[in-house]
């Protein structure tokens, strides 16, 4: 691996860490200060949104600019909004503004791969890449959940109120919003190790009128090759399930497990570390030119997915939701490099992987939307998130089939350097 891949990851797990632990503390925060539930899931919409409205100046900018130095910026601004919303700023708002920090984050990070890495080990590096935005989730999920549990609560009494009173709304959770700014920092020390590298085209002033049409016409273009659709049908609808999962899966365990809010959040992170025992175990057996055959990964997936909804016992819930993980690391790593190849191959690297931001991120709008209307109306969980997995494995069975048509016409063969 080329030199700074390491201290990249580095800096992304620990940035993750943080992302994935103050949504959590938020969710603790949002029940604190006695807001809607179905909040919750919008804090998820709110994050998301610069994603999609910020994808074509999100590629340009990344690929204008030394990615090293926009991971740095980004950084900051996502430490910035922790610090509003412990201020007092409205709760979407500063997730809003946390989201835009990682949007523009996201294609200078895996820009800096994709340039950086040779071809041959493509498919590797995204496996490590993935084990550590998993590894962050899964951990970031944990610690978001002991963090909110009762030990590390403050005692707000009448004194402590006052205290607080003149520099942020009194709450019991300012421990963990703490820990979460000091997981930025060390986020920021690691940055500043990943080697810095020249802009890859030069940025003209007339960029800013060609941006949404060249955008779009370079969607199309990923969407209309055969690999590149394939790649980014499946990328998108794995990662808008998954945010779903991430939210509803609170609710649910609630529900059906009885568990309270610390608990449900370790839970989720067994589907995590399922995730990165199946980008482990892929990422060194499945070849480029053959990431499609990963396709009844997600068949399976889907059909556990309904399944384990069913469930009312807690240990068979955590074998069953590490199994799911499992599946879905093995499903999303090699498709996942297969898009960053052809998205390489076809545009730039950070507007090719603006443009795959823009599509993951536009199905998790519409899945936590959705799931905050769901939760809104009290739809029942257990039916909408059964339909939602035989929803899924029809989906990658009717890819699955139509690949198999074309695959021996439309090779793709990545190049040896």
């Given amino acids: ?60 900018w990344a690929d204008a600019v030394p990615k090293q130095r926009v991971m740095a910026q980004m950084n900051a601004l996502k430490a910035v909004a922790v610090l509003a919303l412990v201020a007092g700023l409205q709760p979407l708002l500063a997730f809003a503004l946390l989201g835009l920090g990682a949007a523009l984050y996201a294609p200078a990070k895996y820009g800096w791969i994709t340039e950086s890495v040779p071809g041959r080990l493509l498919v590797a590096a995204n496996g490590w890449a993935e084990v550590s935005v998993v590894l962050s989730l899964l951990l970031g999920t944990a610690l978001g959940g002991w963090w909110v549990s009762p030990m590390w609560r403050l005692p707000l009494d009448g004194a402590w109120a006052n205290l607080l009173g003149p520099v942020c709304p009194p709450t019991a959770l300012l421990p963990a919003f703490g820990v979460v700014l000091a997981l930025y920092a060390v986020a920021a020390w690691c940055n500043g190790r990943i080697p810095a590298r020249a802009a890859r085209r030069p940025w003209r002033t007339d960029d800013w009128r060609q941006l949404w049409p060249r955008f779009w016409r370079d969607n199309r273009r990923l969407w209309r090759d055969p690999l590149g659709g394939l790649s980014l049908a499946v990328t998108t609808s794995f990662w808008a399930i998954g945010a779903l999962m991430q939210v509803a899966m609170l609710r649910w365990a609630e529900q059906r497990l009885g568990l309270p809010l610390d608990r449900a959040a370790y839970l989720q992170a067994t589907v995590a570390l399922g995730v990165i ?62 898009l960053q190849y052809r998205g390489h191959r076809l545009l730039q690297p950070g507007q090719s992987i603006a443009i795959q931001g823009f599509n993951e991120n536009a199905g998790v709008l519409l899945s936590t939307a959705l799931l905050a209307a769901a939760l809104r109306a009290d739809v029942p969980l257990v039916p909408l998130l059964t339909a939602l997995g035989l929803m899924l494995s029809a989906s990658m069975a009717a890819l699955w089939l139509v690949t198999r048509q074309w695959r021996a016409d439309r090779p793709t063969k990545p190049t040896s350097e």
């Fill in 1 to 60: 691996m080329p030199a700074g891949f390491f201290w990249l990851l580095a800096a992304q797990f620990c940035s993750g860490l943080a992302d994935h632990a103050v949504l959590i503390v938020a969710i603790a925060y949002l029940q604190e200060q006695q807001h809607p539930l179905w909040w919750a899931p919008l804090l998820k919409f709110a994050f998301t949104w610069s994603y999609v409205l910020l994808a074509p100046v999100a590629g340009a």
């Fill in 277 to 338: 025992a199946g980008a482990g175990w892929v990422a060194h057996r499945v070849a480029l030119v053959r990431a499609w055959r990963v396709l009844p990964a997600g068949v399976a997936m889907g059909l556990l997915l309904a399944v384990g909804v069913q469930l009312t016992s807690t240990p068979w819930a955590v074998g069953i939701l590490m199994l799911l993980g499992f599946l879905g690391g093995v499903l999303v790593v090699p498709l996942n490099a297969l």
